[in-house]
């Protein structure tokens, strides 16, 4: 099986923190981002994750693929079922607008494999600059502002569930809250607090998942 993705969509890390923690072998192929006929053959639209099987038919949406491959990974590497999450989820609803003027420019400054060429680059800016309504100069200069958004966002979140205090297991709260999260270490000096930073680094590790955080702009 192929695992269509890109490395800063939140969605595809979905499937990778799933496909990783269920130890289901896919070869990982990242597009570049302009890339829509390739999206367009396999599943009729132009989105990833796209999980690909051996035969040639593939299926689309994030969920859906981690729930397939929680189906057929390790049965010895359960996944917590869903908690209450309504909360954190609210808080980081609140900061949306804050968080995309923050990545959305640094998502094409870290060399991702998704935006090796120039036109993959001109395509992901166009049309984020429409999403936040500015452009990237202004979304950078306004930076100050913004991590004081996320920051107190951050501050204030209510406790998140650390694998560690459940026997070392994933759960599907983590597959909904950690990829949000975790691109939010691409922003250098972003202060995370502690217990953030411990939720981060552990589902990282659970998941074999990278962070920017040695890395952020």
Known sequence: MRLYLYDHCPFCIRAEMVAHYKRVPVEQVYLLNDDEASCLAMIGAKQVPILQFDDGSAMGESLDIARHLDEIGDVLRPIRPH????????????A????????FPRDIALDLPEF?????RDYFQAKKEQLI??????????????KAAV???LAGLPALPLPSEHGGTLGWDDV????????LSMVRDLAFPPAVRAYVEEVA????????????R
Do not use: K, V
């Not at 909904?176 to 691109?183: E, I």
């Not at 998942?209 to 890395?215: A, E, L, Q």
């Open 83 to 94: 908690g209450d999450t309504e909360a954190i989820r609210a808080q980081l609803d609140r």
């Open 96 to 103: 949306r607008l804050a968080i995309w003027c923050l990545l």
């Open 116 to 120: 090796a060429t120039a036109s993959a």
């Open 133 to 146: 309504q500015r452009s990237f100069a202004q979304a950078l200069a306004e930076t100050a502002e913004h």
């Open 151 to 153: 920051e107190a966002m």
């Open 176 to 183: 909904l809250l950690y990829p949000g999260l975790r691109n």
């Open 205 to 216: 590790r659970l998941t074999a998942t990278t962070t920017y955080f040695d890395r952020a």
